[in-house]
C-alpha cells in the first residue's frame, strides 16, 4: 500500500531529526567529557609543581583552569587550592609585610624619640631617620626569620603597635598629663600637653601595643579572627565618637566613650569570630557594608541639612549599622 506524500514526508523528517539527535548526543557528550579530562591534566600538573614548592606556576594553572574550564571539577578543585595557599607561600608574604611595616614604624621612631626629648637640633631628626628605617627593617628581618609567622600573628604586631599609640595618646589626655593650669586672680586657664608630652605618650603606647602584639603572636592567630579583631577596634571607635556625640558627650567623657568602646569593639570581636567561623574575606566584605552605610548617611546629611545635631549624627551611625547587619547577613554562606 502506497502512502501519502505528505505523510512520507514527515516521516523522512522525523527520522533524520531522530537520527541527527542520537549522533549529536554522544558528539556533545564527548565534548564535555574531553573538556573536563583537559581541566583535570592542568589540574595534576599544577598540583604537581606545587608539591615541587613551584608555587608561581602552579598558582598560574590555577587560574588558567578557573578561566577556561569553569564549572568543571577541576575548577573547583583548582578555587580550593587558591584559597588555601601553601604554609610557606603565607610565611614569605607575612615576612614581607612585617619587615615593610617595621621599616615604616622604625622612620617613624627615628623622628617621634628626639621629640619626646625635646630636640631642637636637626641633626637628631636626620640620625633618627638614617638609623631608624634601617634599624627596623634589620629587627623585622630578623624576628620573622627565627620562626614561622603567619598572616594573623604579623597582623597582631602591627595592628598592635598602631593601636598602643592611640591608647598611649588616650591615657596621657585623661590622665591630664602635661597640662598645666595658670590662675589670674579668679580666672584658671588649663594649657594642653606640650609637643613633648605627645611624643612620649606615642612612643611609649607604641613600644607597649609592638610588644603586647609580638607576645600574643607566640600563639597561633588566624587571619580571619585578626582581621574581625582589626575591624571590630575602628568600628568601636567609631561608635564611640558617634554614640558620644549624640549624648552630648564633651571633652574626656568623650575621649573616654571612644577609648572603651574602641577596645570593647577590639576584644569582643577577638573572642567571637572563631565562633563565627570568620573569614578574612567576610571580615572584609561586612566592613566595607557598614562604610557604604555611614557614607550613604552622610550623602544624606549634606542633602537634607538638619538642623538637629543629634540627627546630623544619628543618619550616619543609624545606617552604618545596618550596613553590617546586612553585610554580616549577606555573606552568612
Not at 280 to 300: F, K, Q
Request: charged share 15%; proline share 4%; hydrophobic share 45%.
Amino acid at each position: 500500500m502506497l502512502l501519502p506524500s505528505r505523510l512520507v514526508t514527515r516521516l523522512a523528517a522525523f527520522i533524520l531529526l531522530f537520527t541527527a539527535v542520537n549522533l549529536a548526543s554522544p558528539i556533545q557528550a564527548q565534548a564535555q567529557a574531553t573538556r573536563a579530562d583537559s581541566a583535570s591534566v592542568l589540574l595534576q600538573a599544577g598540583q604537581t609543581f606545587q608539591s615541587e614548592g613551584r608555587w608561581g606556576v602552579a598558582e598560574a594553572l590555577y587560574q588558567y583552569i578557573l578561566e577556561h574550564f569553569s564549572g568543571t571539577p577541576a575548577a573547583l578543585s583548582a578555587r580550593a587550592a587558591l584559597d588555601e595557599a601553601p604554609a610557606e607561600v603565607q610565611s614569605m608574604s607575612s615576612r614581607v609585610e612585617l619587615m615593610v611595616w617595621a621599616t615604616t614604624f622604625g622612620a617613624w621612631m627615628g623622628v617621634a624619640i628626639p621629640g619626646a626629648f625635646g630636640s631642637n637640633e636637626a641633626g637628631a631628626y636626620g640620625a633618627g631617620l638614617l638609623l631608624g628605617g634601617p634599624a627596623g627593617f634589620l629587627g623585622a628581618r630578623s624576628y620573622s626569620r627565627s620562626r614561622s609567622l603567619s598572616p594573623g600573628q604579623v597582623r597582631a604586631i602591627t595592628f598592635g603597635s598602631l593601636w598602643g599609640s592611640w591608647q598611649g595618646y588616650g591615657l596621657m589626655e585623661l590622665l591630664g598629663l602635661g597640662k598645666s593650669e595658670h590662675c589670674y586672680l579668679d580666672y584658671c586657664d588649663i594649657e594642653d600637653p606640650d609637643g613633648e608630652t605627645v611624643m612620649k605618650a606615642l612612643v611609649l603606647g607604641g613600644v607597649a601595643g609592638t610588644v603586647g602584639g609580638a607576645l600574643l603572636a607566640r600563639k597561633p592567630i588566624q587571619r580571619g579572627r585578626a582581621t574581625a579583631a582589626t575591624f571590630g577596634a575602628f568600628w568601636g571607635t567609631w561608635f564611640g565618637v558617634a554614640g558620644g556625640l549624640f549624648a552630648n558627650l564633651e571633652g574626656d567623657e568623650l575621649l573616654a566613650s571612644t577609648l572603651l568602646l574602641g577596645n570593647a569593639g577590639l576584644v569582643g570581636t577577638a573572642l567571637m569570630a572563631p565562633r563565627w567561623e570568620m573569614s578574612r574575606n567576610r571580615a572584609r566584605l561586612i566592613s566595607i557594608a557598614g562604610v557604604i552605610g555611614g557614607l550613604a548617611g552622610t550623602g544624606l546629611d549634606l542633602m537634607i541639612q538638619p538642623n538637629d545635631d543629634k540627627t546630623a549624627i544619628g543618619i550616619p551611625l543609624a545606617l552604618s549599622i545596618a550596613g553590617l547587619l546586612t553585610g554580616a547577613r549577606l555573606t552568612s554562606d
